[in-house]
């Protein structure tokens, strides 16, 4: 360990500290619950690594007077590890209480798919991890290199950005407080009138986590996402008119019946396509790059390895990839009930993880996680795992809890290997070591999947999984498995093949765009996100990605670490955190029946109200990210 480690002249840095993973846990459990509670109310979750950064150099100025690189390097590993698992077990998870395969999340299986998922995510992306981070010019990995450079810009030793982050939390807390709590501000405010026979509605969810949301993803993103929503509720609900048993519902029921039922589907299709289109067009990158794996492990048998290019070693890989697998087959014979079937599903589990963990990692190193399409890939793999299941004639509930126990599993990993994917690059800018990332990766796995299960649960009785919280990829993969493995309502078929074909002609026009350099792109996936989503989601996000664009404007030609750490983001983080902690804080008062709610004016009133509240949230962004950096 100690030969001035081999290759480097200089000594070890301190990275791998106690301090450091303990307050890497902390960070990390308090974004797990907050990206429970964001992806099971918006359908997405946010990085949580860059507000990491922050908070870890802030606080450790605050306690040795002096930012930490490497140790911050090691916090910000730990506290995205959790951050992604959270959304591998909210997109896939919920859909077996939603069809009634569970009453509620148990304990042990929910963490244990979260523990195993996660963990088997890291252990396929390390073999990966030169031929993709190290030796491919073409991958630029965004957030991972935007994180180096905000720890590398640490060492001014400015505690503003920490601060920051804190008012963010406040501020959205308060706002949970008089929405969900007091009840002063309404939720979402929204209205629809029928004209020619048709439904047309209007409305916006009053959340600064959207807003925020909208501010961090830009605007290209927030934009595709509302165009999305608005083909979906503002072309596809009209142009269905009153369908045959509808007649009696209101214009604003009309509206959220049809796109439950049959507009949704749209982007279905069109996730659908863009999840095989996603694998399909990184194939050669992923053939490169495994083909790189065997010279890459048999150089560094035969010559010493430098610090900054030491992985885990393949003994220690080895075990604990053999201790996941014990506890998989474990798992899925206590939900299959059949040791053949566990074999089965055991089997193509291990083969579509390795194989869309590649993807995934690939995907984020072009795009950036924010565009890396988890909920199109966990889609195609859903439905790959079915067609084998039913071929095989599985049926009912066994083969629910098989599909969803492989596609949760399988989520779970591609989520955690985007996310390891973006910190060894930041790891390989800063020149930290390799191993300890991974391990501070499996930590920070570890310990926060014993929290995802009672959040999950607090909340499916608080507010309503599905209902209150519409979980909207969990109601999609229940929808999926309970109409093919005949639990549920036939899916509409007609409207999943539209949703594909306007996909395919999407990807066209984006191709014709990128072949042109156009400025303008049409990515699939936040457009079919878009319509997928509540077009009420879209609202605030939009608002957040024109603030974000004004002020880059303003802004033009500041440095990459002033770009990525800018006031804005950084309370848009405390924004997203604030609300989501308070949402999970609220849960516990509406669990024990403690009303909080105190009625001051009417339903008018309220949303006038509503309305202002958010365009001063929206203001204050605006003013605080003004100012160029932190």
């Known amino acids: 360990m100690n030969k001035n480690d081999d290759l480097n002249l200089e000594p070890a840095p301190k990275e791998f500290t106690p301090f450091a993973v303990f307050l890497g846990l902390l960070i990390g459990i308090v974004m797990t619950a907050a990206n429970v509670y964001l992806g099971l109310y918006a359908g997405m979750t946010v990085s949580a690594a860059i507000p990491a950064a922050v908070i870890s150099m802030g606080v450790f100025v605050i306690f040795f007077g002096k930012a930490h690189v490497m140790e911050s390097n090691i916090v910000k590993t730990m506290a995205s590890a959790g951050e992604s698992l959270a959304a591998g077990i909210i997109f896939t998870l919920p859909a077996l209480v939603i069809i009634g395969a569970w009453s509620d999340f148990k304990f042990w299986p929910t963490t244990l798919i979260a523990i195993t998922g996660g963990i088997i995510g890291i252990l396929f992306m390390i073999p990966l991890r030169r031929a993709l981070i190290v030796e491919d010019e073409e991958l630029s990995f965004p957030e991972g290199v935007a994180s180096a450079v905000i720890l590398e810009a640490g060492d001014s030793n400015d505690k503003t950005g920490f601060f920051v982050i804190l008012k963010g939390v406040l501020w959205g807390g308060l706002f949970k407080i008089f929405s969900t709590g007091t009840k002063w501000i309404a939720g979402s405010v929204e209205a629809a009138f029928m004209g020619g026979g048709r439904s047309f509605f209007f409305g916006a969810d009053i959340s600064p986590a959207l807003l925020a ?7 290209e993103v927030a934009l595709l996402v509302f165009i999305g929503g608005v083909v979906g509720w503002s072309i596809g609900i009209p142009l269905l008119g009153v369908p045959a048993g509808m007649e009696n519902l209101s214009a604003l029921d009309l509206a959220w ?31 490169s790059g495994v083909s790189e794996l065997k010279n890459s492990y048999q150089s560094k048998e035969k010559k010493s390895v430098a610090r900054t290019d030491r992985d ?14 014990v506890s998989i087959l474990g798992l899925y014979h206590y939900l299959i009930g059949s040791w053949g079937a566990t074999i089965l599903t055991t089997a193509i589990m291990i083969f579509a993880t390795f194989i869309l963990v590649a993807v995934s990692s690939y995907i984020v190193g072009l795009v950036g996680s924010s565009n890396n399409p988890v909920s199109g890939i966990t889609i195609s793999a859903l439905l790959g795992i079915s067609i084998i299941f039913l071929v095989l004639g599985y049926e009912g509930q066994s083969a629910i809890l098989a599909t969803l126990g492989v596609a949760s599993i399988v989520c779970c990993a591609v989520c955690t290997a985007g996310d390891i994917s973006q910190d060894l690059k930041t790891g390989f800018i800063v020149k930290a070591t390799p191993k300890y990332q991974q391990w501070a990766q499996m930590i920070g796995v570890l310990i926060p999947a014993f929290v995802i299960a009672p959040i999950l649960s607090l909340l499916h009785h608080a507010y309503g999984i599905g209902q209150g919280l519409k979980a909207p990829q969990a109601t999609l993969f229940a929808s999926i498995t309970g109409s093919l493995f005949g639990k549920g309502e036939k899916l509409p078929y007609d409207m999943i093949i539209i949703g594909a074909v306007m996909g395919v002609v999407i990807i066209i026009i984006d191709k014709i765009l990128e072949a042109k350099k156009s400025r303008m792109r049409l990515y699939l996936m936040p457009l079919a996100v878009g319509i997928y989503l509540p077009v009420t989601l879209a609202i605030p ?32 983080s405390g924004l997203i955190a604030g609300e989501a902690i308070m949402g999970v804080v609220l849960a516990v008062f509406i669990y024990f029946n ?30 605080i990210s003004k100012r160029r950096k932190s």
Do not use: P, Q
Not at 213 to 219: F, K, P, Q, R
Not at 263 to 277: E, H, K, N, T
């Open 541 to 572: 996000m939009l608002v957040g990605g024109i603030i974000r664009h004004v002020v880059n404007k303003k802004h033009h030609g500041i440095s990459e670490a002033e770009r990525h750490s800018d006031k804005g983001v950084l309370l848009s």
């Open 312 to 325: 885990m070693s393949l003994l220690s890989m080895a075990i604990i990839f053999g201790l996941c697998l």
């Open 594 to 623: 403690i009303d909080l709610g105190v009625e001051i004016y009417g339903a008018g009133v309220r949303d006038i109200v509503s309305i202002l509240a958010l365009a001063g949230i929206s203001w204050y962004l605006w003013k």
């Open 213 to 219: 949301v909208g501010y961090i993803v830009e605007l």
């Open 257 to 287: 019946e049809l796109w439950s039922t049959k507009i949704r589907f749209l982007g279905v299709g069109a996730m659908i396509v863009g999840g095989v289109w996603s694998i399909i067009s990184v194939r050669k990158g992923i053939m």
